[in-house]
């Protein structure tokens, strides 16, 4: 992972959540996963940010890497891990694929987007972080 400060990563999520709250605001709530994706890789793209799209997360376990079909949504910037959801209700084992990614990715911060609400920046957007974000310097 290259040098990264909270700073850097507070920026990176403005830039992201302001993305998405794009997406949302011009096609609301209602579509599947894979619509708001496409979308959201677009308009990450045109704000020129690097990012990897549906991920393969490798899992080692003591020594055996092993291929299990983890993928993560985006993987921007090699430091913050972003997972899409469109349903109702973001369940725990939601949040614990995306704490699993940022640990096993050593990212030190992740967001859950929700496309399906009526407001993105209230509703539909959480960030989360891990022990490496408290490492990072300001």
Same mark, same amino acid.
């Given at each position: $992972?290259? !040098? ?7 920026? %990176?999520?403005?830039?992201? #959540? ?7 605001? =011009? *096609? ?12 959201? @890789?677009?308009?990450? /793209? *045109? +704000? !020129?940010?690097?990012?990897? /799209? ?5 899992? #080692?376990?003591?020594?055996? #890497?092993?291929?299990?079909?983890? @993928?993560?949504? *985006? ?8 997972? %899409?959801? =469109?349903?109702?209700?973001? +369940? ?5 694929? +995306?704490?699993?990614? $940022? !640990? ?9 987007? !929700? ?24």
């Amino acid at each position: $992972m290259k !040098n990264i400060t909270r700073s850097y990563l507070s920026d %990176l999520t403005y830039i992201v #959540n302001g993305a998405a709250i794009e997406v949302h605001k =011009a *096609l609301g709530p209602g579509l599947l996963e894979s619509i708001y994706h496409n979308c959201l @890789r677009h308009e990450l /793209s *045109l +704000l !020129n940010v690097n990012f990897i /799209s549906e991920m393969i997360v490798p899992l #080692n376990y003591k020594g055996l #890497n092993l291929e299990v079909g983890l @993928r993560c949504d *985006l993987f921007i910037e090699d430091c913050l891990v972003v997972e %899409l959801k =469109a349903i109702a209700t973001i +369940l725990p084992i939601h949040e614990a694929q +995306l704490l699993t990614y $940022m !640990n096993i990715l050593q990212a030190p911060k992740g967001i859950m987007l !929700n496309f399906h609400c009526t407001n993105m920046y209230k509703y539909g957007q959480k960030t989360y972080v891990n022990k490496l974000f408290s490492q990072l310097q300001e």
